[in-house]
T-cell receptor
């Protein structure tokens, strides 16, 4: 199974809402990533988990809160977002380290109203 | 932060022709990867070339890497309509801490294959 799944596919939320994005992989990868992609822009790294521990936070605002409950799951909790946070949120996984390709999920398209 | 600069930003060619995309980067890298993205959905890994390699092939794909110029090129031969997509180069910096550091993506080339 070389698939990374993400739910939901689409999400519309108000600025006062709390929601969560979910990502799952069963490839035994011990590194998982969240990227944010605005329209017609490249993906930008947000967070990296290595062995279920947060190893990189690319100065992401605290209204984004990642969580890695186990080696197969990655969540991104959202609270008090702004309209400019509307984007495609991509999850990826890889064998540990930068020396390996990353497998991406289809993304969650988030709209903040 | 963005590192790579793809050239061209957009490319339109006829089916059957070859497509070449270039990428430049700024830092010392462990490897450089190319990804394809269809219609703003998930990215698909195409090929990875390590910093000590100069050229790599995979099917209709040929990638070159010139670390002295900090540049790479992706060649797609005998293009097909299904190759229409955005193509991104992505770099993995030299590992400084033994962990996974994520990728830095270039701006991308939007490739259109005209049938």
């Amino acid at each position: 199974d070389t698939e990374v799944t993400q739910t939901p596919k689409h999400l519309v939320m108000g600025m006062t809402n709390k929601k969560s994005l979910k990502c799952e992989q069963h490839m035994g990868h011990r590194a998982m990533y969240w990227y944010k992609q605005k329209a017609k822009k490249p993906p930008e790294l947000m967070f990296v988990y290595s062995y279920e521990k947060l190893s990189i936070n690319e100065s992401v605002p605290s209204r984004f809160s990642p969580e890695c409950p186990n080696s197969s799951l990655l969540n991104l909790h959202l609270h008090a977002l702004q309209p400019e946070d509307s984007a495609l949120y991509l999850c990826a996984s890889s064998r540990r380290g930068d020396r390996f390709e990353q497998y991406f999920g289809p993304g969650t398209r988030l709209t903040v109203t | 932060s963005q590192q790579g600069e793809e050239d061209p930003q957009a490319l339109s060619i006829q089916e059957g022709e070859n497509a070449t995309m270039n990428c430049s980067y700024k830092t010392s890298i462990n490897n450089l990867q190319w990804y394809r993205q269809n219609s703003g959905r998930g990215l698909v890994h195409l090929i990875l070339i390590r910093s000590n390699e100069r050229e790599k092939h995979s099917g209709r794909l040929r990638v070159t890497l010139d670390t002295s110029k900090k540049s790479s090129s992706l060649l797609i031969t005998a293009s097909r309509a299904a190759d229409t997509a955005s193509y991104f180069c992505a770099t993995a910096d030299i590992d400084s801490g033994g962990g996974a550091d994520g990728l830095t993506f270039g701006k991308g080339t939007h490739l259109i294959i005209q049938p």
